[in-house]
């Protein structure tokens, strides 16, 4: 059976072009407050690290309880074997959302996923509190999650 539909690469307007895109999917704690804000990702490995990437690319993204998002980190770096994975969230600065929000992101799970096949993932409470870098060194490669 033939392909259909349109299929998009990832480019950067400067060389190296080709660009290595990684899944990133986290699913959030049970129970934790609604918060608003973005989380920065950095992968490693192979002695090589992404450049730091807003998953989310919005300061304002919702993240309620016991719910699941995905974002991508693109980047110009191609690591086969995921050693790390840094981990920040930014707290949204909007006054309008600030006072009913909690300051906090607990997550329970994270999956990251190469084009290139390599994955990994984390099973564990982990607190982000805001502006804090966390390292992920350690994986425990739980079930997969489906969606």
């Known amino acids: 059976m033939a392909a259909r539909g349109r299929q998009y690469l990832s480019t950067a307007d400067t060389g190296p072009y080709c660009r290595y895109e990684y899944k990133v999917t986290i699913k959030t704690k049970a129970g934790m407050e609604h918060t608003r804000g973005d989380l920065v990702v950095i992968i490693a490995g192979n002695s090589q690290t992404t ?17 699941t998002h995905t974002g991508i980190v693109s980047s110009t770096v191609g690591i086969d074997s995921i050693g790390e994975l840094r981990l920040t969230y930014l707290f949204t600065n909007n006054i309008l959302y600030t006072w009913a929000n909690g300051a906090d992101l607990t997550i329970e799970r994270i999956d990251v996923t190469s084009n290139s096949g390599a994955s990994v993932s984390y099973c564990g409470e982990m607190l982000l509190r805001d502006g804090v870098m966390n390292t992920i060194s350690s994986f425990n490669n739980c079930d997969v999650i489906t969606q």
């Open 51 to 67: 450049a730091p990437t807003q998953l989310f690319g919005d300061s304002n993204y919702a993240l309620d309880q016991d719910t």
